[in-house]
């Protein structure tokens, strides 16, 4: 019976251990809780935190989930600005959705360097709905050139985001 409490235990304090650091205190920034590792005698558990997304960018036959901050500026135009990690390399994804009437933009940077755009040879629409912005039939291009309109084109993709709030200015620099 010692045995069997003793080996409870073992999975009771790492897990307390654990709850304990996702719970810690903030001051209101936002930032992410540490990565958490809790060693028994038994086995090493690593818990890592995961950022909740709340859209996504399709580009040809790749999709990123990420975490958008919405912004509407006033007048019907909206912004999104989204940021998470690459499914495979680990590198950082940003993007950048515009729905500004006559000027709709949508580009996608990983790793601070590879960007992808939209084609300028297509029709770009960004749509914003019921707390929601999107784009559809996104023709991405890799290398984009704004004074020729050339680049690598890529393939086809989409975009969704879901907006529970938006932050009524524009984002810092912008």
Known sequence: MRCQIS???DRFI???VLVAGLLGCSDGAAELPPVVTVES???TVVSEIEVP???WIQVGDRSFDLAFTCYSPGAGDVTA???GEHPE???QVEALIQGFLGQPYVGLTIGGSVRYEASLDGPLEVFVHDGT???G???WIRGLDLESGVGERIGYGAVFVSCGEYVHDLPEGY
């Open 41 to 43: 005698s038994t086995t």
């Open 89 to 91: 390399s680990g590198q």
């Open 14 to 16: 790492p897990a307390c």
């Open 133 to 135: 912005i999107s784009a």
């Open 7 to 9: 080996l409870e235990l």
């Open 81 to 83: 600005i989204g940021v």
């Open 137 to 139: 039939a996104i023709e």
């Open 53 to 55: 997304t709340n859209g």
